[in-house]
């Protein structure tokens, strides 16, 4: 008998059909707009609410790891519609979600029987080579980090860790944010020259059960952003939606750091009907932009983490990120 998919499986296969429609054939939309001399980039905010529902529809406590993975999918999307290679972005769009480009490659050029036979091999037993997660390591200690794009030949190059909080706000907001802060310190003084940064996903109950807490989150987030040896970008993403989520009520987990047991792959079928279904019915889901200063604005974190990348990093690299920025078009 085939395995029955966790929670988290169907909601890759879920995650996995609502990024590719939005890309078909694998062709993303350029985010980048021109205005006169200003440069700014366009997130996919109607992907995002998508990726949003998913966690919601399955009814999924944070202890699966799956609302704070719908952020990781879209994030990783925003770094492909950027112009960054698919391989390189990780989460991958297909399994396995963690994979070097060297490999990505050699798998590429392989005849179909060989190329099977190495991906079962990748699948079962080289935890090395491929992965579900990735972890890097920092100046003290390894941290699993949530989107990253990184190579054999070029180390890190852009590390973003996520975070997701829909409830128990007082009790857990505090430790979300000194826990990333030390994380931040961690990583950037061993990656200096890597783009470092970090995403709060909010539900906006916040602004109305705790609004001293949603002030004082907020703030805290801002400054986040303005050490000069900590994280490049934060972004807020506050996250609107009627239906009651699923909630393990004293504890929040990272998409990598899931209660819920990993294999190196999940080898499992979510049939196709299933996902058809899913996506009729994905609850509504709204992002609130009111409420987010400037300094925490999606756009403004995603445009900040792509010019780092590219403005540090030697003109022969990333020329496909560079053509799209560069054919901006005209708001």
């Known amino acids: 008998m085939p395995a029955e998919p966790s929670t988290k499986a169907t909601a890759w296969a879920i995650f996995d059909r609502i990024v590719a429609d939005a890309a078909p054939a694998g062709v993303h939309s350029n985010p980048w707009l021109r205005s006169g001399e200003t440069l700014s980039y366009r997130p996919d905010f109607r992907v995002l609410r998508k990726l949003l529902g998913v966690p919601l529809y399955l009814d999924a406590p944070s202890t699966t790891g799956v609302p704070a ?33 060297a490999i990505a490659n050699l798998l590429d050029g392989l005849p179909q029987k060989e190329r099977q036979l190495i991906e079962h091999r990748l699948r079962r037993s080289m935890k090395g080579v491929a992965g579900s997660s990735a972890s890097i390591l920092g100046k003290h200690y390894m941290k699993q980090v949530d989107v990253v794009m990184s190579d054999w030949d070029t ?41 470092l940064g970090f995403v709060y996903g909010l539900r906006s109950t916040i602004l109305t059960s705790e609004p001293d807490k949603a002030e004082w989150l907020i703030d805290l987030l801002a400054k986040l ?50 996902v058809d279904e899913a996506l009729a019915a994905l609850p509504d889901i709204a992002i ?44």
């Not at 829909?166 to 944010?177: C, H, I, L, T, Y």
């Open 225 to 274: 952003g303005t050490e000069d040896d900590a994280y490049h970008a934060v972004a807020l993403v506050m996250i609107d939606y009627e239906a009651e989520a699923a909630e393990s009520p004293d504890k929040e987990v990272d998409s990598v750091e899931s209660a819920e047991t990993d294999a190196l792959f999940e080898i499992v079928d979510v049939e196709t009907a299933a």
């Open 69 to 101: 993975l719908a952020l990781d999918v879209w994030l990783s999307y925003e770094l492909r519609r950027a112009g960054f290679h698919p391989d390189g972005v990780w989460p991958r769009p297909t399994d396995p979600r963690i994979m070097p480009g």
């Open 155 to 195: 180390g890190p190059e852009l590390l973003i860790s996520t975070k997701r909080m829909d409830s128990s706000f007082g009790k857990n907001a505090a430790n979300r944010v000194e826990e990333s802060y030390g994380d931040a310190k961690n990583l950037r003084l061993r990656h200096p020259l890597a783009a």
């Open 288 to 331: 609130r932009h009111d409420t987010v200063p400037p300094a925490l604005q999606p756009a403004r974190f995603l445009a900040t983490m792509a010019n780092r990348v590219i403005d540090i990093s030697p003109v022969t690299r990333h020329r496909e990120a560079r053509r799209r920025r560069a054919c901006a078009a005209e708001d």
